[in-house]
């Protein structure tokens, strides 16, 4: 029975010394393949650093870009703007323009006044002059309207 316990310590010592070979094994292993993701996820890490970069970088050159753009765009869009206010300030204003077609409104009726006076003391040559003179008042409200409908247009 000695024998067969010592044959037994034996045949468990072999099994237990390959079983921790094994082990040793399996560790050895591991530890390669842990190394081998570590620096595989190491140079995934580095090269997804680099592609974020770089697209940082080139976002950064785009907003820059669309930046310019825009500030380009708005400075053309203030000059317009600067132009439409310059020629609105030589337009003639509606009061202006009002003022003015009253005071040729007044000075026919004056005139009207004036050659009515004048049929009653001299029908001949100076109902023909209130009638140039009329005619001449008539010809300059009529330039003046022209000129300030003009000048409204442009």
């Known amino acids: 029975m000695v024998d067969e316990i010592d ?26 393949r842990y190394a081998t993701q570590t620096k595989a996820l190491d140079a995934a890490f580095v090269a997804a650093e680099k592609a974020v970069s770089t697209a940082l970088d080139s976002a950064e050159k785009a907003v820059a870009k669309a930046e310019l753009s825009a500030e380009r765009r708005f400075e053309s869009v203030n000059e317009f703007r600067a132009q439409l206010a310059d020629q609105a300030g030589h337009f003639v204003t509606r009061v202006e323009f009002d003022a003015k077609v009253d005071a040729l409104s007044d000075r026919m009726a004056e005139m009207g006044r004036v ?33 300030t409908i003009l000048a409204l247009n442009s």
Do not use: F
Request: charged fraction near 30%; charge should be positive.
């Open 7 to 32: 044959h037994l310590r034996i045949v468990l010592d072999e099994r237990t010394r390959r079983l921790n070979d094994t082990v040793r094994d399996l560790r050895t292993l591991l530890d390669e």
């Open 115 to 147: 050659q009515e006076r004048a049929a009653g003391k001299d029908t001949g040559t100076t109902a023909a002059r209130a009638s140039v003179i009329t005619g001449a008042g008539l010809l300059v409200a009529i330039i003046v309207a022209v000129v």
